[in-house]
């Protein structure tokens, strides 16, 4: 045999260990044990005193719970106490990571449903007051995913988060203070007069002028929400917000001009709503907004055009655009042909 291949079959097999580490090894994660043993043993390691066997217990999670098979098994095998129990840890990475793992749960509908099965939403609104950032962020973004869902935001009303969550919208950073908007938006659709009771009109106005369009868009949603009950009508008229809405309703973000046009339709049947709206120059840019594509724009523009049409002297102002409303009622939406309709009719009444 050749020289040269000696020293390669040599080299081979020689008994010398290298230093590089495997490929694919990650040493921030646990190990995952093979199939049904994996989430127990991470169940178990969550709750180790060594704090590097929590973290890397909770990374290793964090990559499980993207599949809503590893998500729905974490939950039935006994995570979700845990986890609730790391929400406290003293350490904050772990604190970070455990409401990273309640933030991807909430992203999968079974996970939305332990949140109340199990009780979870008063825990994660414990660390309303956390000091890290990114942890709130977290625990936000978590609440956010919960309240998109009727039984969400009840449970969230019920506990009393409301007026906890409007006093938190002033100090709170711009991003935070969006995801905040966000739960607040949806809560508000289930019982506004928490949020009422809590000054929450002031300060969702004084959000409508942000220069951010997430946080426009999530203050004129919540500010529609609010505007639904007749309390809300009236603290709408009594905190001056129609100058700040008619301004919103020439804003580049469709959704930010749609729950504006949406709070004066709202607000406008009222009496003082609608001579407000009036005095405030809403008619001109609500015409404006008639030939939208948006569907939800159009509509409530129209909507709020009929509520304003019931004063006499807006009536007679939109007899002129008569002609600008009927190319709407060959709309291939039938609810944007109806509200057309019905803003004709309410302009051309006669005494």
Same mark, same amino acid.
């Given at each position: ?14 008994t ?48 499980l ?5 590893r998500?729905?098994e ?12 790391l929400?406290?840890?003293r ?26 099965t ?18 709130r ?5 978590a ?9 969400g ?25 969006a995801l ?11 019982d506004?007069?928490p949020?009422l ?6 300060? +969702?106005?004084?959000? /409508?002028?942000h *220069?951010?369009?997430? @946080?426009? &868009?999530? #203050? =004129?949603s $919540?500010?529609l929400? %609010? !505007? ?7 603290k ?23 729950s ?9 049947i009222?009496?003082?709503g ?9 008619i001109?840019p ?17 909507r709020?055009l ?18 600008? +409303?009927?190319?709407? /009622?060959n709309? *291939?939406?039938s609810? @944007?042909c &109806?509200a #057309? =309709?019905? $803003?004709?009719?309410? %302009? !051309?009444?006669?005494?």
């Amino acid at each position: 045999m050749p020289r040269v291949c000696k020293a390669v079959i040599k080299s081979m097999a020689s008994t010398r260990i290298s230093e590089q580490l495997p490929p694919h090894i990650d040493l921030t994660q646990a190990p995952v044990a093979f199939g049904n043993r994996a989430l127990p043993r991470l169940s178990l390691e969550l709750q180790d005193p060594q704090l590097c066997i929590r973290q890397r217990a909770l990374a290793a999670l964090c990559d499980l719970v993207h599949d809503p098979k590893r998500a729905y098994e974490a939950i039935h095998k006994g995570c979700l106490e845990r986890l609730k129990a790391l929400l406290q840890d003293r350490d904050s990475s772990v604190r970070i990571k455990t409401t990273e793992v309640f933030y991807l749960l909430a992203a999968h509908n079974v996970g939305r449903e332990a949140f109340l099965t199990w009780d979870v939403v008063a825990p994660l609104s414990d660390l309303l007051d956390e000091p890290v950032d990114a942890c709130r962020k977290n625990m936000h973004r978590a609440l956010k995913m919960v309240a998109e869902f009727p039984a969400g935001a009840v449970c969230m009303v019920t506990l009393g988060l409301v007026p906890r969550l409007v006093l938190k919208l002033p100090v709170e950073q711009e991003e935070i203070r969006a995801l905040i908007l966000a739960t607040l938006s949806y809560c508000v659709r289930v019982d506004a007069l928490p949020a009422l009771a809590s000054n929450g009109v002031p300060m +969702l106005r004084n959000q /409508l002028s942000h *220069p951010s369009p997430d @946080i426009r &868009r999530a #203050a =004129a949603s $919540a500010m529609l929400g %609010i !505007s639904v009950p007749s309390e809300g009508k009236h603290k709408v008229c009594e905190e001056g917000v129609f100058p700040v809405l008619v301004k919103l309703l020439s804003d580049c973000d469709p959704g930010v001009t749609a729950s504006a046009a949406g709070t004066i339709m709202n607000t406008a049947i009222i009496t003082k709503g609608k001579y407000q709206a009036l005095k405030a120059g809403a008619i001109p840019p609500l015409l404006e907004l008639v030939g939208s594509e948006d569907r939800a724009v159009c509509a409530n523009a129209l909507r709020a055009l009929t509520a304003l049409a019931e004063a006499p002297c807006a009536r007679e102002q939109l007899l002129e655009h008569l002609p600008l +409303l009927k190319t709407r /009622l060959n709309h *291939p939406a039938s609810i @944007i042909c &109806r509200a #057309a =309709a019905t $803003a004709i009719r309410v %302009i !051309s009444w006669t005494p």
